[in-house]
């Protein structure tokens, strides 16, 4: 699976759009772009995925740059429960195995 | 329906003892997967369950780490003579192998173990 970089950490103020970026300049043309966040103390919790289009669901959008080499994700109105870690994960779907492979993740502190 | 869930949520236990945690994976899902996080570390794999097939033991640490599903559901993650480096959060996860969720893993609260 692609290695994914990510910034450490990130503040927003509440009520503002977070926009969390992700790059992934080694995907292959088989493999997808998962969000996945943790809020503390909790089990990570999926938010999105795409191939190359982007994609928008009721917690937030995904935009993949058209070479496929970065994506952010976007979350439209933060609030302070958003606040978690934020982690970008590439992998293959239909493989014999599909565990995830977390990185260090982007910390999201939404600021009141 | 109900999520993923796991007991117990806290176990304190002496170093050399032997645990069990325990995973309900939801309603319908074939695959299995249980993740650990160290204090401070991210998310490691540690074994894959799906369905009827070999699970993935790749990630397991050491031969002191085993884990079984039972009738295709609930699962149990066996730490032998528990050593303290094994205390982390153990998370299961658990996906379907169809329609718009295939392969979106849903993750259960975690068993929090501390070894002493």
């Known amino acids: 699976d692609a290695k994914t970089t990510q910034p450490t950490s990130m503040d927003c103020a509440e009520g503002r759009a977070a926009n969390l970026p992700c790059n992934h300049s080694?995907?292959?043309?088989?493999?997808?772009v998962y969000w996945y966040r943790q809020i503390h103390s909790q089990g990570p919790q999926y938010i999105i995925h795409g191939l190359k289009n982007n994609e928008t669901n009721e917690m937030a959008s995904l935009i993949i740059t058209e070479d496929r080499k970065s994506s952010t994700l976007i979350l439209p109105h933060a609030t302070l429960r958003d606040t978690a870690v934020y982690y970008c994960?590439?992998?293959?779907?239909?493989?014999?195995?599909?565990?995830?492979?977390f990185g260090t993740g982007t910390l999201l502190a939404v600021q009141p | 329906g109900a999520g993923v869930s796991q007991s117990p949520s806290n176990k304190v236990t002496e170093k050399g003892k032997d645990v069990e945690l325990r995973c309900d994976p939801i309603s319908g899902h074939t695959a299995l997967y249980w993740y650990r996080q160290s204090l401070g570390q991210g998310l490691e794999f540690l074994i894959y369950?799906?369905?009827?097939?070999?699970?993935?033991k790749s990630g397991l640490p050491s031969d002191r780490f085993s884990a079984e599903r039972t009738g295709g559901s609930v699962s149990t993650l066996t730490i032998q003579r528990t050593q303290q480096e094994d205390s982390a959060v153990y998370l299961c996860?658990?996906?379907?192998?169809?329609?718009?969720?295939?392969?979106?893993?849903?993750f259960g609260p975690g068993t929090r173990l501390l070894v002493l």
């Open positions: 369950f799906q369905g009827n097939s070999a699970p993935d």
């Open positions: 994960i590439v992998r293959a779907r239909g493989g014999a195995t599909n565990k995830l492979i």
């Open positions: 080694t995907i292959s043309g088989n493999e997808y």
């Open positions: 996860a658990s996906s379907s192998d169809r329609g718009q969720s295939q392969e979106t893993q849903y």
